[in-house]
């Protein structure tokens, strides 16, 4: 028994490291549209158990406290250093990095009175996009969203904002930072309009940032669909279908990320609540606007994804054509051929041709006019 080829042993070594390969992306990526919330089976409710990203960091605490007057900005070392500011007249903004160390977390609710509900949403990082009005302080979810380090997929991470009559918490898991730059730039300005207002404006500008965020994702994401498109178009190819199905589920999951963002800006815009006011729901009817913008350009990709593939399978199918229409007509043309080469080449004794001297030329001749005559009536027809 022969010894195998080694290139065939190296073949099937790469071909199953990439189907390996590609079956651990499918799964991360199924993971950040579905989280196991299996650990909570059977615990009652506000149980604190976080259930997204276990990280071994240490969580992170920045206040930034103002009025229009001043602010201050610092980096707490340890929780109990945020209670200071919690009967401060200015307004106080609270930011959390980290929702590992569910201490920290208990620590908050106990200082402020959160309801142990609103605990538990803000560990359980697959919440829908919402507002919760719990009369003394709102509870809102929001998703950040970012391009992730492959350029291609988007990173997501939860973002909760708890608001007062004069503090703002915010809790992040704390993925790969935040979008929020901008608005700590507008409080580090002194002439800025946040530093006259109250924590209602801070929520706005919080959500204004993280709307506008998405803008830039779906930048990047139409212009990936452009290429894939138009390569589409020019040479289809297996790896293409491969590139329109990872947008197609990007854009799925983005539209979960973004399509309740719409209803938790209208109702933040028509809550009768004081801590929400007036001049400030103006605001937040232009973010409204914004996110009816975002929402209607994920529903427009993702029709254009979804023709996409139609237009993969026309191609591919309009390729088999030529190709099969090509092959059709060699074979129509070497029909005659073979038929005069299976006349002259039967060996009967009396063939009054194969005494003529100039036979054998005369039949190269014969053969190469029918072929021209073939292609000629071919082209004429438009089928070549």
Not at 166 to 171: A, G, L, P, R, T
Not at 282 to 297: E, P
Request: hydrophobic share 40%.
């Amino acid at each position: 028994m022969s010894a195998p080829d080694k290139s065939i042993i190296i073949d099937n070594n790469k071909y199953c490291l990439t189907a390996l390969l590609t079956r651990w992306y499918n799964i991360y990526r199924m993971k950040r549209l579905t989280i196991k919330r299996s650990k909570k089976s059977g615990l009652p409710p506000g149980s604190l158990i976080h259930i997204g990203q276990t990280k071994s960091d240490a969580v992170k605490i920045t206040v930034i406290d103002y009025d229009e007057h001043g602010y201050q900005e610092k980096e707490m070392t340890s929780v109990d250093e945020c209670f200071i500011f919690r009967q401060s007249p200015t307004v106080t903004w609270i930011n959390i990095d980290g929702l590992h160390q569910v201490e920290i977390l208990r620590k908050f609710g106990e200082c402020y009175g959160f309801h142990p509900l609103v605990l538990e949403d803000v560990l359980n990082t697959d919440q829908r996009p919402k507002v919760d009005d719990y009369t003394d302080y709102l509870y809102i979810v929001l998703k950040m969203l970012y391009p992730g380090k492959d350029g291609l997929s988007i990173v997501t991470e939860q973002v909760s904002l708890i608001a007062g009559e004069n503090f703002v918490i915010s809790f992040q898991e704390g993925i790969e930072g935040d979008v929020l730059g901008q608005a700590r730039e507008r409080i580090r300005n002194e002439k800025s309009r946040i530093r006259k207002m109250g924590p209602d404006y801070l929520v706005y500008s919080l959500i204004d940032a993280i709307v506008d965020s998405y803008f830039s994702i779906l930048e990047k994401l139409g212009e990936t669909i452009e290429v894939t498109e138009e390569r589409l178009v020019t040479d289809p190819e297996a790896q293409t279908l491969k590139s329109i199905h990872d947008l197609k589920r990007e854009l799925i999951f983005l539209r979960k990320a973004v399509w309740p963002l719409r209803e938790v800006i209208s109702k933040l815009e028509r809550i009768e609540s004081p801590l929400i006011k007036a001049p400030t729901k103006v605001y937040l009817r232009d973010v409204y606007d914004h996110s009816i913008q975002v929402i209607d350009t994920v529903e427009t990709f993702r029709e254009m994804v979804s023709g996409m593939i139609d237009i993969y399978l026309s191609s591919v199918s309009n390729r088999m054509n030529s190709v099969m229409k090509v092959l059709t007509i060699i074979a129509t043309i070497f029909m005659p051929l073979t038929f005069l080469a299976g006349v002259y080449g039967m060996n009967f004794k009396h063939m009054p041709e194969l005494e003529w001297p100039w036979a054998y030329p005369a039949l190269w001749i014969v053969m190469i006019v029918i072929s021209f005559a073939m292609l000629f009536f071919f082209r004429r027809k438009r089928w070549l």
